[in-house]
Nanobody
Framework: QVQLVESGGGLVQAGDSLRLSCAAS????????GAWFRQAPGKEREFVAA????????AYADSVKGRFTISRDDAKNTVYLQMNSLKPEDTAVYYC?????????????????WGQGTQVTVSS
């Protein structure tokens, strides 16, 4: 069983940066594709970024490309989402997800492991 625990959310102003962390236990991220999704109030869950299990490919939603960076620290078994130049429309609960054979899944249906979510609020 894999457990994912997110941290790093908070309230920031537009233009600020935040780094979210997702620590995994029970299995190493080096054998799983890790991803971040987000869900704003009244909206559907939205893909944000993914890092393939080999660690050599990333994917981003167009809305965050150039501002967000997904990375992984295998020694800490943790996936990160560095968020720069935050905008009010980035406000959402951010969820970490992990799974096998999930590369390319931007709906999230194939991800078997999810964190509890961390709130990110960006004020204008």
């Amino acid at each position: 069983q894999v457990q994912l625990v997110e941290s790093g959310g908070g309230l920031v102003q537009a233009g600020d940066s935040l780094r979210l962390s997702c620590a995994a236990s029970g299995r190493t991220f080096s054998s799983l594709t890790g991803a971040w999704f987000r869900q704003a109030p009244g909206k559907e869950r939205e893909f944000v970024a993914a890092l393939i299990w080999t660690g050599d490919s990333t994917a981003y939603a167009d809305s965050v490309k150039g501002r967000f960076t997904i990375s992984r620290d295998d020694a800490k078994n943790t996936v990160y989402l560095q968020m720069n130049s935050l905008k009010p429309e980035d406000t959402a609960v951010y969820y970490c997800a992990a799974g096998q054979y999930t590369w390319g899944d931007r709906k999230g249906g194939r991800y078997g492991y999810w964190g509890q979510g961390t709130q990110v609020t960006v004020s204008s």
